[in-house]
């Protein structure tokens, strides 16, 4: 396995919404990756829990060169030098550290209550199309997916809002650097994950 490398960001206010900063880099990694094709950067939430993802966010690579380029971004650099980040340097990651996944999970978004009111509606309008009346189901069934949260992103392309909802998942027991264009992995294809590091900084 090749060495990996990572670096930190530090959201310094205090009244910070920590979703909304993560929400945003995550949106700058998403540029970059659209615009090199590289998916091997991939995301980590040191102070991540239950309530919040933390004050924190890491981005990880077996790249060196690519990860410096991306930590020397004009969006960090600029909130860097305004003192509402701290950028940390480029680091190795240490030997001997446990291997987390954060998992984009598309499937939790069907389970949310405006996505079945979208839902709802998209099946009245199909069935007035065809003449005919529609019936909802009856026994809707509850999913249970664990902690999660939800990051809101905006689409440059499409001017539209969309969320980002995403697991953690420990115990994991291999190593793997390909992600997704957000730097995560998915259910079952990309299978990428980072170092916890969360003893650190």
């Known amino acids: 396995m090749r060495n990996r490398y990572y670096f930190m960001i530090k959201y310094l206010p205090e009244n910070a919404s ?14 970059v990756v659209s615009h090199n094709g590289q998916t091997n950067i991939g995301v980590t939430f040191p102070k991540w829990s239950d309530s919040s993802v933390g004050r924190q966010i890491g981005f990880v690579s077996n790249d060196y060169r690519n ?25 190795e990651v240490p030997n001997r ?13 069907k389970y949310t209550l405006r996505e079945r009111q979208r839902r709802i509606e998209r099946c009245q309008k199909r069935a007035e ?4 009346e ?14 999660f949260h939800k990051l809101i992103l905006t689409s440059k392309s499409k001017q539209t809002s969309f969320p980002l909802y995403i697991q953690k998942k420990s115990g994991v027991n291999h190593v793997n650097c390909d992600f997704g264009h957000y ?4 259910n079952q294809v990309l299978m ?3 170092p916890d590091l969360s003893f650190e900084h």
């Open 18 to 31: 920590n979703s909304l900063l993560a929400a945003r880099c995550i949106s700058v990694l998403h540029g």
């Open 67 to 91: 990860l410096e380029s991306f930590r020397r971004n004009r969006y960090f650099n600029m909130m860097n030098e305004d003192g509402l980040f701290f950028v940390s340097g480029v680091e």
């Open 97 to 109: 550290i446990d291997e987390v996944q954060y998992v984009r999970n598309n499937g939790i978004a």
């Open 129 to 132: 199309k065809g003449g005919r």
């Open 134 to 147: 529609y019936q909802p189901k009856l026994g809707y069934i509850e999913r249970e997916f664990g902690s």
């Open 183 to 186: 730097g995560l992995a998915s």
């Open 192 to 194: 990428g994950t980072v």
